[in-house]
């Protein structure tokens, strides 16, 4: 079954760096988009960054533009988003995610806070 296991959360200062990755497993990872999703408390689950098959193309939301740089390792089934120039509006839980046959599948999500 598909499996999806984030790592790399914890606490950042303003201005400061995380690196989150995802190991995937279950399913052939180097046929499918990986994509990194947030949900702050309170608000709803948004896209962060995707990357398709080969690496060759990426996509950020606005908000975190020229900040987060999403990469993948069709090797090693991982998927990372580099994070830098954090603020507080980064703090949330954010989750690896596949599309599927139709279907989302979710890692089980790692918080990621930024604060003084």
């Known amino acids: 079954q598909v499996q999806l296991v984030e790592s790399g959360g914890g606490l950042a200062q303003p201005g400061g760096s995380l690196r989150l990755s995802c190991a995937a497993s279950?399913?052939?990872?180097?046929?499918?988009?990986m994509n990194w999703y947030r949900q702050a408390p309170g608000k709803e689950r948004e896209l962060v960054a995707g990357?398709?098959?080969?690496?060759?193309?990426?996509n950020y939301a606005d908000s975190v533009k020229g900040r987060f740089t999403i990469s993948r390792d069709n090797a090693k089934r991982t998927v990372d988003l580099q994070m830098n120039s954090l603020n507080p509006e980064d703090t949330a839980v954010y989750y690896c995610?596949?599309?599927?046959?139709?279907?989302?599948?979710w890692g089980q999500g790692t918080q990621v806070t930024v604060s003084s």
């Open positions: 995610n596949v599309r599927r046959d139709y279907n989302d599948y």
């Open positions: 279950g399913f052939t990872f180097s046929l499918y988009t």
């Open positions: 990357i398709t098959r080969t690496g060759r193309t990426t």
